[in-house]
C-alpha cells in the first residue's frame, strides 16, 4: 500500500471505541471550537512528510510575514518564523493534502461549512524563533475558517519550548497549551482562538494550513493565499 493510500484509508479508520475520527473532529468544532489530536496519520506519511522538509534548502525558506496581498507585511516584533509553501509536487505532500480533502468534504458533510479548499506550508522556527499573540482570521472579513497545524519535530522534550498556546475567545484566558509533539495535530476555528507560538529553543517543525471558503467574485478567483 502506497503513502497516498495509507493516509487516506486512516482518516477513516474507526478508533478503538468504534467512533469515526471525522465525527470526533466535527463535534469538537462545534464545541469548544478546537480539538488537539495526538496521532491522526500514519507514521510512514509523517516520516516522508519529516524527510522532505529536511531536504529542501533552507535558502527556499522565506521570511514569514501578517496580512494577505496588499497588506502583507514582515514585522519582526510579531514573528520570526520562515515558511515554505505546499503543492502536490512531493508524492509526501500528495498523500498529506488528499487526506485533507477527505477531512474538507467530512467537515462540511456534518458542519456544513462549505469549506472550499485547503492552502498550507511548512514553519520552520530557529532556537529564539515565536509567533506573538494573533488570529488566523478576523470575523467577517477573511475567508479562512478552519485552521490546522501538524508537528513534524521529532522527539519534542519539554525544555525544548515552541509550544501553541490557544486563548479563550476575547480574553487572555489560556485554555490550552499544545505540546508541538512529533506526528500530533492540532484543528480549530480560525476567527475564534487568539494563539501564539511560544519561544522555541530548538529547531521546530510543523505544517500549519487552513480550510477556506470561495470568496470568488465572477471571473476574479480569490487567491490562495
Given at each position: 500500500?502506497?503513502?497516498l493510500?495509507?493516509?487516506?484509508?486512516?482518516?477513516?479508520?474507526r478508533?478503538?471505541?468504534?467512533?469515526?475520527?471525522?465525527?470526533?473532529?466535527?463535534?469538537?468544532?462545534?464545541?469548544?471550537?478546537?480539538?488537539?489530536?495526538?496521532?491522526?496519520?500514519?507514521?510512514?506519511?509523517?516520516?516522508?512528510?519529516?524527510?522532505?522538509?529536511?531536504?529542501?534548502?533552507?535558502?527556499?525558506?522565506?521570511?514569514a510575514?501578517?496580512?494577505?496581498?496588499?497588506?502583507?507585511?514582515?514585522?519582526?516584533?510579531?514573528?520570526?518564523?520562515?515558511?515554505?509553501?505546499?503543492d502536490?509536487?512531493?508524492?509526501?505532500?500528495?498523500?498529506?493534502?488528499?487526506?485533507?480533502?477527505?477531512?474538507?468534504?467530512?467537515?462540511?458533510?456534518?458542519?456544513?461549512?462549505?469549506?472550499?479548499?485547503?492552502e498550507?506550508?511548512?514553519?520552520?522556527?530557529?532556537?529564539?524563533?515565536?509567533?506573538?499573540?494573533?488570529?488566523?482570521?478576523?470575523?467577517?472579513?477573511?475567508?479562512?475558517?478552519?485552521?490546522?497545524?501538524?508537528?513534524?519535530?521529532?522527539?519534542?522534550q519539554?525544555?525544548?519550548?515552541?509550544?501553541?498556546?490557544?486563548?479563550?475567545?476575547?480574553?487572555?484566558?489560556?485554555?490550552?497549551?499544545?505540546?508541538?509533539?512529533?506526528?500530533?495535530?492540532?484543528?480549530?476555528?480560525?476567527?475564534?482562538?487568539?494563539h501564539?507560538?511560544?519561544?522555541?529553543?530548538?529547531?521546530?517543525?510543523?505544517?500549519?494550513?487552513?480550510?477556506?471558503?470561495?470568496?470568488?467574485?465572477?471571473?476574479?478567483?480569490?487567491?490562495?493565499?
Amino acid at each position: 500500500m502506497n503513502i497516498l493510500n495509507s493516509a487516506a484509508e486512516d482518516l477513516w479508520r474507526r478508533g478503538p471505541d468504534g467512533d469515526d475520527p471525522l465525527d470526533r473532529i466535527a463535534t469538537a468544532l462545534r464545541g469548544p471550537g478546537y480539538i488537539v489530536l495526538p496521532a491522526p496519520l500514519p507514521p510512514a506519511l509523517l516520516g516522508a512528510l519529516l524527510r522532505h522538509f529536511r531536504s529542501i534548502d533552507r535558502t527556499r525558506f522565506q521570511s514569514a510575514g501578517i496580512g494577505r496581498e496588499g497588506d502583507h507585511q514582515l514585522n519582526q516584533f510579531v514573528r520570526t518564523d520562515e515558511i515554505f509553501w505546499l503543492d502536490k509536487s512531493n508524492p509526501a505532500v500528495g498523500a498529506y493534502l488528499e487526506w485533507a480533502e477527505n477531512l474538507r468534504l467530512g467537515l462540511n458533510r456534518r458542519l456544513f461549512l462549505g469549506l472550499f479548499d485547503y492552502e498550507c506550508h511548512y514553519a520552520r522556527y530557529e532556537p529564539g524563533s515565536y509567533y506573538k499573540k494573533h488570529v488566523d482570521a478576523f470575523k467577517g472579513g477573511t475567508n479562512r475558517i478552519v485552521s490546522t497545524v501538524l508537528y513534524l519535530t521529532p522527539n519534542w522534550q519539554p525544555k525544548d519550548g515552541g509550544e501553541l498556546q490557544i486563548y479563550a475567545p476575547d480574553s487572555d484566558e489560556v485554555i490550552e497549551k499544545v505540546a508541538p509533539r512529533f506526528g500530533q495535530m492540532v484543528v480549530f476555528l480560525s476567527e475564534d482562538f487568539p494563539h501564539e507560538v511560544l519561544t522555541s529553543n530548538r529547531s521546530r517543525y510543523s505544517v500549519t494550513g487552513w480550510f477556506r471558503v470561495n470568496n470568488s467574485l465572477g471571473e476574479n478567483i480569490d487567491p490562495a493565499r
